[in-house]
């Protein structure tokens, strides 16, 4: 049967529809509401007319399909929190930056940074008015500083700091990405500064970060390394936040990244041992009731206790529907358990969609039902043993179809070696993760024997070598891949017409195969002529300068980074990315620019501008130099000045002030970001 010949997959994408709809189109919620009433009444008058007419129409469905849009853009504008009428958004004036007497409750533990501890928190009250809403916590490093624990209420006098967008061009964009979290702003605070309040209210992610603290105290007493410990909250716990960057690098750069993230994989190993280890309440009255009960409680238990994060839910959710029809057994469609799986989340998180683990969760598992029977019917090995890894490879290599633009877009990277971390570890995934979960359980009940825990923690170490091994062929590493939107749409569309294709070979399916490769040319095509333009750029780095010269598809790039710098840095890289840089070419700066009849001076710490061939028409000034900014002014008559990342705060205010004064543009890289001239 066609997947799209069922209902709720329709219905789904109409209402992804809607919520795509209002997010980039701003709605008002009363006109959201009005609408969809109006919509409801219509459909209920087309349902009683064609209950009376023999003659079906396509009125009604029509009409069922709008009023799911309308849900979408309801479902948004509803859990949009600014839409609430005490949101702490209509209390604050972010231009004033007044500080305000602020209690939260900590929501969520983040990945610290060099210098912060960060945290999500809810806002309970300002100036002892009741407010909602979120905002991220970052609290300055102290050693003697404890961690705050979930749903611990903090006091303290602050004002709200906004969430800057990026400084440099094709910069990963945090405050769009705390925007679709509904986290507008930014609180700063000192250890001394905040006062934590004596609460008896808590919830369950609270109750479920306690029994995870609990979790990991016990196996501390362990001789596990902190890698292992590391590799064990991430694969069980689902929390990664503790997690060094290169352990994090390392996986990412086999392919192996999926393993860490707790998904349908490991909801569905945890699935078949729950349904094993509790057959035997099946010979009960209502036995086979009971047991779906306790799978149904035991996965979102596993659930809440995860994080609750997008991949996670996506699974258990699921696979509820899975146990839930198998207890009825009923025969399941699996394109129709992942649309009611879809829908029942973006009901309850319309933000979701555009979360990178929920698209990928889905894709891959989209592409596993489509993709996975057509290469395994390529190759029918008569040796189970065989036959076993040639499915795990063909799962594998589909799920790689499902996700790889997604995966290039977001990332920008693809390893080529995927295969082999993954037909290392998933036979045994099951094993580790049962004995995992086992080796929980004993620690909490302080009867885990010490030879099982040393064993545990050596096929840890043993799969973190694998890992290692294979992120380490940087041959087959592919990086710094260029691919945007219309480079993701066409590609599935030629992943999609070609599984059709080969599903039933015919002409019209293989001339849309065809006109989809010539789809991705077109698009190839237009990305490089859309590129093909000179541009000279003036980025933001804390301490240092970098200038870059674009010509077409070669960067020239001009900068005082030292090599330990350079080799970590991502400004350039993620700009080359974004602009389709075919060649870059690294070298020292220089003291004068052409760019299109305009000439820029560049004054570093020396201080010397005393240029009489020629009058600038840009001058950067670098690296603080000590000069008298007014006497410059007189003297070389520029129409710009443009000061970055490499110049004292206190210099860059001064230089500010006289260019106000002089009526003279100026340019802080720092505030207004990289200075671009096109």
């Known amino acids: 049967m066609k997947p799209l010949n069922f209902t709720i997959i329709k219905l789904t ?5 809607g919520i795509l709809l209002s997010y980039y189109i701003s709605l008002n919620l009363n006109t959201s509401f009005y609408t969809i009433v109006t919509v409801l009444i219509v459909l209920f008058a087309i349902y009683l007319i064609a209950n009376r007419q023999l003659k079906k129409t396509i009125w009604f469905g029509l009409i069922s399909y709008i009023f799911m849009m309308c849900l979408g853009i309801l479902t948004h504008q509803l859990h949009d929190k600014k839409n609430v009428s005490n949101h702490y958004t209509h209390l604050i004036d972010t231009e004033s930056n007044q500080p305000r007497l602020l209690t939260f409750k900590i929501r969520e533990r983040l990945k610290p940074t060099t210098y912060n501890n960060k945290y999500v928190v809810d806002l309970i009250t300002i100036d002892s008015q009741s407010v909602t809403g979120k905002s991220l916590l970052n609290i300055a490093k102290d050693s003697l500083q404890n961690r705050y624990n979930i749903d611990d209420v903090l006091l303290m006098y602050s004002s709200f700091e906004p969430v800057h967008r990026p400084l440099n061009p094709n910069q990963f964009n945090y405050k769009t990405y705390l925007e679709k979290q509904y986290i507008y702003h930014q609180l700063y605070a000192e250890q001394h500064s905040l006062l934590k309040l004596e609460s008896q209210q ?4 609270g109750y479920a970060a306690r029994l995870r603290d609990k979790i990991n105290k016990k196996l501390n007493t362990y001789n596990f390394k902190a890698e292992e410990l590391a590799i064990i909250n991430a694969l069980i ?8 960057k290169d352990i994090y690098q390392r996986y990412a750069n086999a392919g192996a990244i999926h393993i860490l993230a707790v998904s349908g994989l490991h909801v569905g190993i945890i699935l078949l041992l729950l349904n094993i280890a509790l057959k035997p309440i099946e010979r009960l009255k209502h036995g086979k009731l009971i047991k779906v009960g306790l799978i149904l409680i035991l996965l979102w238990s596993f659930a809440i206790i995860a994080g609750l994060s997008a991949s996670v839910t996506r699974a258990v959710t699921m696979f509820s529907i899975v146990a839930i029809a198998l207890h009825w057994k009923r025969a399941t469609n699996i394109y129709n358990t992942l649309a009611i799986s879809v829908f029942i989340l973006l009901l309850f998180k319309p933000m979701f969609l555009f979360d990178v683990g929920f698209q990928m969760s889905y894709l891959a598992v989209l592409a596993i039902v489509s993709i996975q029977p057509i290469l395994y019917k390529l190759w029918q090995p008569k040796w189970k043993i065989i036959d076993y890894f040639w499915q795990i490879f063909t799962v594998t290599i589909a799920a790689q179809f499902g996700v790889v633009p997604v995966s290039l877009y977001y990332f920008h990277q693809f390893p080529g070696l995927f295969f082999v971390s993954n037909l290392a570890i998933i036979p045994f995934l099951s094993i580790i993760l049962g004995l995992g979960i086992l080796i929980i359980i004993l620690a909490l009940f302080n009867a885990l024997p010490e030879f099982l825990a040393n064993l545990f923690g050596n096929i840890i170490s043993l799969m973190n070598s694998v890992v290692g091994w294979v992120s380490h062929q940087e041959t087959f590493l592919l990086k710094d891949i260029s691919f945007d939107v219309s480079h993701v749409i066409t590609s599935y569309v030629l992943i ?13 399916r293989i001339s849309l195969v065809l006109i989809s490769i010539l789809l991705i040319q077109g698009v190839w095509m237009a990305s490089e002529y859309r590129n093909a333009n000179n541009s000279f750029t003036i980025f933001h780095k804390s301490r240092y300068s970098i200038i870059a010269h674009k010509m077409h598809s070669e960067l020239n790039v001009y900068h005082n980074l030292d090599s330990i710098t350079a080799s970590n840095d991502r400004v350039v890289s993620n700009y080359s990315v974004g602009n389709f840089i075919n060649k870059i070419n ?18 570093d710490s020396l201080g010397v501008y005393n240029v009489n061939s020629f009058q600038p028409d840009y001058v950067l000034l670098r690296n603080s130099p000590r000069i008298n900014l007014e006497r410059m002014i007189d003297s070389i008559h520029p129409k710009y000045i443009i000061a970055d990342g490499s110049n004292y705060k206190s210099y860059i205010k001064r230089w500010e002030v006289t260019c106000i004064k002089r009526k003279l543009p100026f340019h802080q890289t720092g505030k207004k970001g990289a200075f671009i001239i096109k």
Do not use: E, P, W
């Open 202 to 205: 808590h919830t369950v992610f």
């Open 586 to 603: 690294r070298d020292s700066l220089k003291s004068v620019y052409q760019f299109q009849n305009k000439t820029l001076l560049v004054i």
């Open 496 to 508: 999609i017409t070609s599984v059709l294709m080969f599903k039933k070979i015919n002409f019209r």
């Open 237 to 244: 716990l689902g929390q990664r936040q503790d997690m060094s």
């Open 13 to 17: 994408i109409c209402l992804i529809a």
